[in-house]
Every structure is written in C-alpha cells, then in structure tokens.
C-alpha cells in the first residue's frame, strides 16, 4: 500500500484529496493506494468571503462548511496540527506525539498575515483577512460617520486584488449609506503605481479617479501610533487617519519553518513547472505555500491541484510524471458592490482586465456558491 499524505484541508489541499480519492477509487479499495489528509480546523472557510462580510453584504456562516462535509468517499481525514514535516524520512510528526509515514506528501499549508511585523499595526489597524478580522471591521465600519479612512498594504500577501476590491467595495458602500462626502480615502502601495501587475494599476486608476480615491506610491509602512492614530512610512511620510486598514506581510506556515523547510517567510521553494519541493522527488507543494512569484490565490492552488493530482496518478502507475503548472491564475475583481471584472493570466501572459460589468459581479456571487463543488473535486 501506498500513502499519499496531503498537510493542510484549505482550497488545494481539499481539492488534491478529493480528486485523487475519485480517480484513484479502484486502487484505494483494492488497498493499493490511502488518501490521507490532514487538517487541524474541523471547518472549512472559503476566504474570499471575508469581504462580503466586512461590507455587511452576507453572515460569516454562509462561508463556513463542516470540513467532513466536504470530502468524497475515499479520503481519510485526520484532524491534527503536524509539528514537524521530516522529508528525510518521510513522516509528519503530530502534536499528540503521533507520527504518520507516507510515500508522497502534498504540502498546502497556506500562508496567514502576520499583524506582529510592524510596530503598532495590531493595536492600531483593521484588516479583513481573516474571519475575526472581516467581523471587526464589519462593525467598526457601520460605526463610523465620518473622517479619513487610510488603506496600506505589506508584502507578500495573498489575493494581491483583494485589496483593490476592498477599496472600491468601501467606496461604494459610503455612497450606499450617502455618507461619500464625509469621508476621504487614502490607499497607500508599497510600489510606483496602484497595483503589482500592471494591467491591473492602469484598469483601477480611471476607476479611482471617477471615485475621488486619493493615492500615494511608494508608502512602505514603517510603524503604526495607534493613540495618535498616524501611519508612518519608511520613506518618511505619514498620514494621521481615524480608520486604518490594512493588508498586513504574509508568512508560511508555523509548520514549514520549524522543519527547515522554508525560506526566510516560511514558503517552501517549489520547482515552477512540476511543483515538487526543489530538492525532493516525492514532496509537491500548492497554493499559497510555495514561493513561486505567483498571486497567492484559490485559482492558482485549482490549476496547480490539476498538475499534482495527473502526476501522482501517473507516477502511481508507473507513467511518466511529465506534466507541467503554466502559471495559470484566474481571479475575479469586485468593481464595487454591483460590478466585477476578471484577470486570467500565467507564466507567459498578461493578464487584460476588461471594464466592469454586472454580469461579471453575478458570476463571481454565483462562483461564491460554486466553490464548494470545486472544493469537492467536482468541476
Ligand atoms: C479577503 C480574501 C479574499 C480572497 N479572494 C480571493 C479570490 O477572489 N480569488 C482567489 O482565487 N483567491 C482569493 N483569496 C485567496 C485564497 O483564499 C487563498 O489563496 C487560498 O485559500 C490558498 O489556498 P491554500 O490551500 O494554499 O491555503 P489555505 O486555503 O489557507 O489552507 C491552508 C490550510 O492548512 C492548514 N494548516 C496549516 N498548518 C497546518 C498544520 N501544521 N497542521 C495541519 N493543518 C495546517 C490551515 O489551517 C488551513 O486550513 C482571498 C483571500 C482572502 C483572505
């Protein structure tokens, strides 16, 4: 019998699991193959949901699934926190003392903002990324009448759009309760223009105009004064605010770096094309933990899942393993409360955002419902 172990029940490590449990069905009842996967949540959170639930527009609870809930007939689920990943020796070490042997190992241990990297952000900001956070802010916005609201943003961080979205949901959300004219909002980017990828900054910036978003290139944040409510940046500039949000520095999981196995953020080095761990033969990485200079995004952990999930079955039945991720990233971009836009994109193109639209926006709710088959495997 082989084992494949899978660390982390989040979008790639559910979707692994579930897809090899239905292709490998026969070699897992014969007793050939096991589907292990590990998780130390007993619910499932689909994240993009936590901005919905910062503007108020859907209950945290309409995001949340039982993780069982979500997984086929064949996939044996361990709820546990791994210690410690030996790759050496092929095991994963639990909290309870436990240690797992497997033949391969899928790492999608994800990445979590980390709000302890700059001075004062976790006393003095808001975020929206995790559920406690979105929750947060949710009321912290519906109390506030007036004032400047400042955005920032640290690297790395997943969903590199999210924060766009946030801004011009934010927007939109003032005017909605006729309180636009009270308030400014400042977003503020570590770098010369309003996004990493450069299709996207020209595509939001006509739209930041239109709205009277202020922006200021180039604020690395330094340190946040949380009773005198300023931001500061590195290159010397501040803002005093009266609401400050922020997308905080991501790091890999706890796990990764205290196995070793991470660079200095704790993202595994992954080979680009086959996703194995660089260095190992039977370890493959997904989604936000490797260091691939790719979005963090569900969609990228969904076409890499593709990559994986072929060459293990391949490799499983003596084929050669020779299938290769492009790249591919797939990502809808609220507009606003009532329209959205799309960026496909990978190694090789650019992605071309379009204008807005509403239909767009119905798509992207409705892909909201949709996950939860995608998570299953299903599409
Ligand atoms: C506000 C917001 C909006 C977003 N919007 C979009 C969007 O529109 N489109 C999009 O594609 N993506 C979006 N994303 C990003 C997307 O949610 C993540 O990129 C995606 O969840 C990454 O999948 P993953 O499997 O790599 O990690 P995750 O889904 O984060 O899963 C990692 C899992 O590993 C578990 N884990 C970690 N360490 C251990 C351990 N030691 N033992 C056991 N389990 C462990 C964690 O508990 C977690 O369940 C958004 C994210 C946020 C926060």
Redesign the pocket.
């Known amino acids: 019998m082989r084992r494949i172990a899978i ?7 559910t979707m692994v699991a579930n897809r090899l449990a239905r292709e490998l069905r026969s070699d897992i009842d014969r007793g050939d193959v096991e589907v292990v996967l ?4 007993a619910n499932h959170t689909y ?2 949901g ?2 919905y639930v910062a503007f108020n527009q859907a209950p945290l609870e309409r995001f949340v699934r039982p993780q069982t809930s979500l997984l086929v007939y064949g996939v044996r689920f361990l709820q ?3 210690l410690r990943i030996d790759a050496d020796n092929n095991s994963l070490l639990f909290e309870n003392g436990d240690l797992l042997t497997y033949d391969y190992l899928v790492i ?4 979590h903002p980390t709000m302890d990297t700059v001075a004062g952000l976790k006393e003095g900001a808001y975020s ?2 995790t559920a406690d956070q979105a929750i947060r802010l949710r009321d912290a916005l519906a109390n506030i009448a007036s004032g400047r609201i400042v955005i920032g943003v640290d690297v790395p961080h ?2 590199p759009v ?1 924060v766009l979205e946030f801004t011009l949901m934010l927007d939109e959300y003032l005017r909605k309760r006729g309180t636009r004219d009270q308030f400014e909002i400042i977003y503020t980017y570590p770098i010369g223009r309003l996004h990493s990828l450069i299709p996207v900054a020209n595509w939001v910036e006509p739209e930041f105009e239109r709205r009277g978003i202020q922006s200021e290139f180039f604020f690395n944040v330094d340190n946040v004064d949380p009773d005198k409510k300023i931001i500061e940046s590195l290159e010397g500039s501040s803002y005093a605010y009266d609401l400050l949000v922020m997308v905080p520095a991501h790091r890999g ?3 990764i770096i205290d196995s070793g196995i991470g660079d200095e953020s704790g993202f595994v080095p992954t080979d680009r094309y086959s996703l194995r761990m660089k260095g190992s033969h039977n370890v493959f990485v ?4 490797t260091d691939l200079p790719i979005s ?6 969904h076409y890499e899942a593709d990559t994986i999930v072929t060459n293990l079955i391949d490799e499983l039945h003596g084929l050669p393993a020779d299938h290769q991720y492009d790249g591919k990233v797939y ?2 971009i609220e507009g606003g409360l009532e329209k959205a836009t799309y960026i496909a994109f990978s190694y090789t193109e650019p992605p071309k955002p379009t204008a807005p639209s509403e239909l767009l926006h119905w798509f992207k709710l409705m892909y909201n419902e949709i996950y939860w088959l995608s998570v299953r495997g299903l599409l």
């Open positions: 660390l982390g029940g989040g979008v790639g490590g590990i998780g130390e949540d994240q993009p936590f901005l546990m926190r791994a999608a241990t994800g990445s929206f990324y997943k969903c999210a999981a706890k796990v997904i989604g936000d933990a963090k995004a569900g969609s990228t952990a990502c809808f």
